[in-house]
């Protein structure tokens, strides 16, 4: 954005003609010496100002305070039965919460030693075994799977399942089958009292 | 010239067979001849050049975080201005650069009329530049709507209902402007699209001038054109050099707005939202319509057939848009003031009289005010229209150097710069 001077003859700045004035880089040589130091100190200040002036543009496109401040959500577990899911949005993202039954916590514990793409125990994925907490989001490219309401699919391994592009989870949420590489992330959360946790 | 022997490095050299970009900023940028007279005042093309540069991007990242909505824009640059990393810093130079763009803008033309940089061949140039200044305006009416303050909306009725004093199809062309019966959500929306539009025509026209430019070559504070090589120096490192610490110090001007005195500029009660059942008590434009205000104020009379409303109106615009006709107006033989004794002082109270107008716009139009507005709008038609013909026929110019050389040899090396000043 600055125009930058490529060579500077500080001293033949005044009243002298083209001719004279391109021809001297290699008449004295503290000349072109000094002429060297303030071309890089004018292209290092200039560099050092644009560059000052570039981040707070790119910086602004960042996470506003107030898209930070939506870090935490609070939610309430107690009117979730066994067997039953539900869906919270946070940071944008739904979240799913699922109290699972003991036959599926049983699966999910069972199929630790199975092959799995991301090697993780359930009893990792969880704090209480009976609720599962995790980022509904597939690993794939970013679609919701289904399986969270009783009449979705809930793909060859009983727990979810992305339309998207075919990806099957199990009842630990960890991918077992399809394109996605990762198990479906746990988020950040802790248990408040027993029937209430803070995600974020 | 030829780009067979100039570039050395295979990519440059196969690129510029095929599009000689580089041989282009290499002969506009590099070589380009330029008077080796200009003063100080030659900074402020460029210096308009880096003020829209940094009005076009610090614009764009708002626009990412503004909401053109009634009910939310107002919140949305408060959000701005207290939640977005940096966002107070992107607004208060956007802000700032509107006036920073305006008082370059403003010295350029007036350094265009004290030496006649206007005059054959350069009219084309001068008249792409009036364009520039109208399409500034209209951005910069545009872009002050946008926050949703009681001046943003204030400010746009009143200017768009200049249109009313048109007759007949005024009342349905101001219904047009507005989609509505008043300024509302509709006009919010078509105004945000077009402050983001006009920038970009901005800079298209701007091509256009430098374009032109390039090819008269810039006018001097002599007045008198280049005749040889002896005349001129290359614009590298030349003019790089100078331009860069005109720059300097105009960044520096122009931060100590942005971090010390923000607000400067500004009318506090912008800071209310708008509210379209109560017209503030005194409300007024930005500092850089002010003249303008003045002259549209002045007529307080029917002129013969045409109501008193619709003569203000014409005026206002007559006042930018005499400059269309001013190198027409001027028939001066002598380019520079530098060489004209009378032009040179009718310069001086010309500007005097813009000033005074700003001054007349800014207050309330009450008492001798009104007359001092309405003698201050007479005589800013009079300078172009009456004053510019006449004395560049009556007066007898000074001797004027017959070249560059000459006229920077025969004076003192200190007497360049300050000539406006001093002579």
Not at chain 1, 76 to 100: M, N
Not at chain 2, 117 to 130: N, T
Not at chain 2, 147 to 162: E, K
Not at chain 2, 323 to 347: G, M, N
């Amino acid at each position: 954005m600055l125009e930058l001077p490529a060579e500077l003859a500080v001293n033949e700045i005044e009243g002298v003609g083209m001719s004279e004035a391109t021809q001297s880089p290699d008449s004295a040589e503290d000349e072109v010496e000094r002429r060297d130091f303030l071309i890089m100190a004018t292209a290092a200040v200039g560099a050092v100002g644009a560059a000052s002036f570039a981040w707070p543009l790119v910086d602004s496109m960042n996470p506003s305070a107030e898209v930070l401040a939506l870090s935490t959500v609070d939610v309430d577990l107690a009117p979730i039965e066994v067997g039953q899911s539900i869906t919270v949005v946070w940071r944008g993202k739904p979240v799913f919460i699922r109290r699972r039954t003991q036959a599926e916590i049983a699966a999910a514990v069972k199929d630790d030693g199975a092959d799995l793409r991301q090697k993780q125990n359930d009893a990792d994925r969880t704090q209480k075994p009976e609720w599962l907490v995790m980022v509904g989001v597939c690993t794939h490219l970013g679609c919701i799977p289904l399986g969270q309401k009783s009449v979705e699919p809930k793909g060859d391994y009983g727990g979810w399942f992305c339309p998207c592009h075919g990806s099957h989870y199990d009842t630990s949420g960890r991918i077992r089958k399809g394109p996605a590489p990762l198990n479906l992330e746990v988020p950040l959360y802790k248990f408040l009292d027993d029937k209430s946790i803070r995600i974020g | 010239m030829s780009s067979e022997s100039q570039w050395n490095n295979p990519v440059i050299k196969w690129v510029d067979d095929r599009l000689p970009v580089f041989t282009y900023m290499d002969h506009e940028y590099n070589q380009f001849p330029m008077p080796k007279n200009l003063n100080y005042f030659w900074n402020f093309g460029a210096l308009a050049m880096i003020v829209l540069v940094v009005m076009v991007v610090t614009g764009i990242m708002l626009a990412m975080q503004y909401t053109p909505h009634v009910d939310h824009a107002f919140v949305s640059v408060e959000r701005i201005m207290r939640d977005v990393n940096y966002g107070w810093l992107l607004r208060y130079i956007h802000m700032n650069g509107g006036s920073m763009f305006f008082i370059v803008v403003y010295i350029h033309i007036f350094r265009g009329l004290y030496y006649g940089s206007y005059k054959s061949p350069r009219e084309l140039l001068w008249m792409l530049g009036v364009v520039i200044l109208l399409l500034m305006m209209a951005t910069a009416f545009l872009g002050y709507v946008l926050p949703w303050g009681q001046m943003s909306f204030w400010g746009a009725t009143v200017i768009t209902n200049l249109f009313s004093a048109i007759p007949i199809v005024g009342e349905p062309i101001v219904t047009w402007l507005w989609g509505g019966f008043s300024v509302d959500n509709a006009t919010l929306n078509r105004f945000f699209s077009l402050h983001y539009l006009l920038p970009f025509v901005l800079f298209a026209v701007v091509g256009l001038h430098v374009v032109a430019l390039h090819v008269t070559g810039s006018s001097n504070p002599d007045g008198v054109e280049i005749k040889g090589p002896q005349d001129s120096v290359p614009f590298n490192p030349y003019f790089t050099a100078k331009d860069s610490v005109g720059i300097g110090f105009f960044l520096i001007f122009f931060a100590f707005f942005v971090f010390f005195a923000p607000n400067f500029f500004g009318e506090v009660d912008n800071y209310i939202e708008a509210n379209p059942m109560q017209t503030p008590a005194h409300i007024v434009p930005e500092w850089y319509f002010l003249p303008f205000y003045a002259i549209l104020r002045a007529i307080t009379f029917d002129v013969f057939f045409i109501p008193a409303k619709l003569m203000g109106v014409i005026l206002m615009f007559g006042a930018t848009l005499v400059l269309f006709i001013l190198p027409w107006l001027d028939t001066a033989k002598v380019r520079s003031a530098r060489y004209r004794p009378v032009y040179k002082w009718l310069f001086w109270v010309f500007l005097i009289d813009c000033v005074f107008l700003g001054y007349i716009g800014a207050t309330t139009p009450e008492g001798w005010r009104v007359l001092g507005g309405q003698l201050g709008t007479a005589y800013y038609f009079l300078h172009f229209l009456v004053i510019m013909p006449i004395v560049g026929k009556l007066e007898t110019p000074l001797p004027v150097p017959a070249s560059i050389s000459e006229a920077v040899s025969g004076r003192s090396s200190n007497a360049s710069a300050t000539d406006m000043e001093k002579s």
